[in-house]
């Protein structure tokens, strides 16, 4: 009887996807990438399509989920000290800044044709998808 597959990550960078992918494939896990194609295609998509997904047997989640952690704890190690800026929850260094409203942006457009843009001024976390603004990352 053929095993399930299960997705187990998925990325918006092929880079990561791939190291992710090659350190299972290193332990034993059989996995593949899907969806990479249409992120290096249509990048400006990735987030409608879920971006690169990597999917394993369902028998080696455990493992692969351990892998995974291992990962990103190491990734941590090699960038806190060279970055001032981390998550408050989770002390990730992976962050973006968002400076002006998306939603406020697109209905703008759509509506009036005209692009409206309000300051946002967030920062979120990769890693955990935690989001503060700029006075809650200076206490």
């Known amino acids: 009887m053929d095993e399930k597959i299960i ?3 998925s990325f918006f ?3 990561k996807a791939e190291i992710t992918k090659i350190a299972l494939e290193a332990e034993g896990i059989d996995c ?3 969806g990479e194609n249409f992120v290096a295609t249509y ?4 987030n409608a399509d879920g971006g690169i997904k990597l999917y394993i047997k369902e028998s080696d ?3 692969a989920l351990e892998i995974l952690k291992s990962i990103n704890r190491c990734e941590n190690a090699d960038t806190d000290q060279s970055y001032d800026l981390k998550c408050p929850k989770c002390n990730g260094t992976d962050i973006d800044y968002e400076k002006y409203s998306r939603w406020a942006f697109f209905f ?3 509506l009036l044709r005209l ?3 309000f300051l946002r001024r967030k920062y979120k976390c990769s890693a955990c998808g935690h989001k503060w603004k700029e006075e809650e990352e200076k206490k």
């Open 7 to 9: 997705k187990i990550d």
């Open 13 to 15: 960078d092929y880079t």
């Open 32 to 34: 593949f990438l899907s």
């Open 43 to 46: 990048w400006l998509y990735a």
């Open 61 to 63: 989640k455990q493992k």
């Open 108 to 110: 703008s457009m759509v």
């Open 115 to 117: 692009p409206i843009t």
